[in-house]
T-cell receptor, first 111, second 116 residues
């Protein structure tokens, strides 16, 4: 899978929006951008994915740059429960199904 | 909402002993995975399993490891002779589609393996 770059850590205040960036300058035209998160002492959890257009679901929004070399996961109102490690992962050929996790961004949410 | 379950939640074993970690994937899922996470490190892929055979395995998944789907619901990871460095969280995951790039993987809560 193509490489992604994320900040090691970010802080947010509760009930404020959070923008988690991800750079993926070597992305190819058919690579999907996936986000997972891992709450403390739990398994990873799917958040959202997209290809070219911005995407929204009940958990978050995904904003994808026009050139697709970067994306931003948006949590509209952070809660204490959103404190987790967030992983940006590209799904690239040969689509074998495995996920390759980087270090991710550790999000701290302050009350 | 359907979920992946894993048992036990914590397994303590002596070095050299065999352990079997168990997972029940979501019932209509086709593709199964094991990952591990050593404390403080990244989540690492171990093996994927589809249609009753291994699809892909990492270099971590050596001859000491094996996987099996013994019946229609369970998916197991066996470590034949555990080493201290096998101590980690082991996560099972499953996906409905056959490994496509849009598929979503659903992870279990993990089994913490401690090798003494």
């Amino acid at each position: 899978d193509a490489k992604t770059t994320q900040p090691n850590s970010m802080e947010s205040n509760e009930e404020e929006p959070v923008h988690l960036p991800c750079n993926h300058s070597t992305i190819s035209g058919t690579d999907y951008i996936h986000w997972y998160r891992q709450l403390p002492s739990q398994g990873p959890e799917y958040v959202i994915h997209g290809l070219t257009s911005n995407v929204n679901n009940r958990m978050a929004s995904l904003a994808i740059a026009e050139d697709r070399k970067s994306s931003t996961l948006i949590l509209h109102r952070a809660t204490l429960r959103d404190a987790a490690v967030y992983y940006c992962i590209l799904r690239a050929p040969p689509y074998t199904g495995k996920l390759i996790f980087g270090q991710g961004t550790t999000l701290q949410v302050k009350p | 909402e359907p979920e992946v379950t894993q048992t036990p939640s914590h397994q303590v074993t002596q070095m050299g002993q065999e352990v079997i970690l168990r997972c029940v994937p979501i019932s209509n899922h086709l593709y199964f995975y094991w990952y591990r996470q050593i404390l403080g490190q990244k989540v690492e892929f171990l093996v994927s399993f589809y249609n009753n055979e291994i699809s892909e395995k990492s270099e971590i998944f050596d001859d000491q490891f094996s996987v099996e789907r013994p019946d229609g619901s369970n998916f197991t990871l066996k470590i034949r002779s555990t080493k201290l460095e096998d101590s980690a969280m082991y996560f099972c995951a499953s996906t409905r589609l056959a490994g496509g790039q849009r598929d979503t993987q659903y992870f279990g809560p993990g089994t913490r393996l401690t090798v003494l």
